[in-house]
């Protein structure tokens, strides 16, 4: 399975952006979706899960509120809306697809899938 993330730019502080990871397979369906970050010198983090359906979604804490997950089995698309963004927000966004959920607690290394990355920035 291949995804393409696309969506990322630069942004000031508390406005919003929205991206996008396409699926390159029908078995998109099938499989539980993420989106991790890794901001310079620091680890890749988990910041939101949707499971295959789209019924329930899982978010790091400290996107609650401010960050949506949704997806579009139709289109093989997940997204990923972010609002009231902060300079800590700023990061590689990276989409991650695996055939197993692990809800909030999903780690990297349980990845079946990556996208390529894409860069998101929020100015202060």
């Known amino acids: 399975v291949q995804l393409q993330a696309s969506g990322g730019g630069l942004v000031q502080a508390g406005g919003s952006l929205s991206l996008s990871c396409a699926a390159s397979e029908r078995t998109f369906s099938r499989l539980h979706m993420a989106w991790f970050r890794q901001a310079p010198g620091k680890e890749r983090e988990f910041v939101t899960a949707i499971n295959w359906s789209g019924g329930s979604t899982y978010y790091a804490d400290s996107v609650k509120g401010r960050f949506t997950i949704s997806r579009d089995n139709a289109k093989n698309t997940v997204y990923l809306q972010m609002n009231s963004l902060k300079p800590e927000d700023t990061a590689v966004y990276y989409c991650?697809?695996?055939?197993?959920?692990?809800?909030?607690?999903?780690?990297?290394?349980?990845?079946?899938?990556w996208g390529q990355g894409t860069l998101v920035t929020v100015s202060s």
């Open positions: 991650a697809a695996a055939l197993r959920l692990y809800a909030s607690s999903w780690p990297p290394d349980r990845v079946d899938y």
